[in-house]
């Protein structure tokens, strides 16, 4: 089961632009280190979709557009974890590989939307899980991130 600050996260984010697997890296490790590895980010993933909050998709290389993927839930995270058109996936892309990869895209759902619109914005509820880098806390004042 999600962490819910990772989700509450992971939707906040995901509300506002697609999503690439690198940022699911990127916020467990930060929210959830404890429980981070790659099989952990493809249980987030495919929790997040099961839940019914995100799409899977990518880009399109014939119309440079998102696009979902019409396929099923064990071939989507197939091609994550083990890459797909030509870019590598979850379970052997090295660190640097994970943050440029366009092998996957999440998109939100309207039920993700209305998720987060409940939720609100995590960091006035749990405050700022980078405050304590200046390169990429939040603007704002909120509460102290407890990890």
């Not at 697609?18 to 099989?39: C, D, E, H, L, N």
């Amino acid at each position: 089961m999600i962490d819910k600050r990772l989700e509450h996260f992971l939707l906040y984010d995901l509300s506002d632009d697609w999503m690439p697997v690198g940022a699911f890296v990127f916020f467990m490790r930060q929210i959830t280190p404890s429980g981070y590895s790659s099989t952990a980010v493809l249980d987030v993933i495919a929790e997040l979709a099961t839940k019914g909050y995100l799409e899977y998709g990518g880009w399109s290389r014939d119309t440079g557009t998102w696009e979902p993927w019409k396929v099923s839930n064990e071939v989507a995270l197939d091609r994550i974890a083990n890459g797909f058109d030509g870019e590598p996936g979850l379970l052997a892309g090295t660190d640097r590989q994970l943050v440029d990869t366009e092998v996957f895209q999440a998109g939100i759902t309207a039920a993700g939307r209305r998720r987060i619109a409940e939720l609100g914005n995590p960091f006035e509820v749990y405050g700022d899980p980078w405050e304590t880098d200046p390169s990429l806390r939040a603007e704002g004042k909120f509460p102290r991130w407890n990890p």
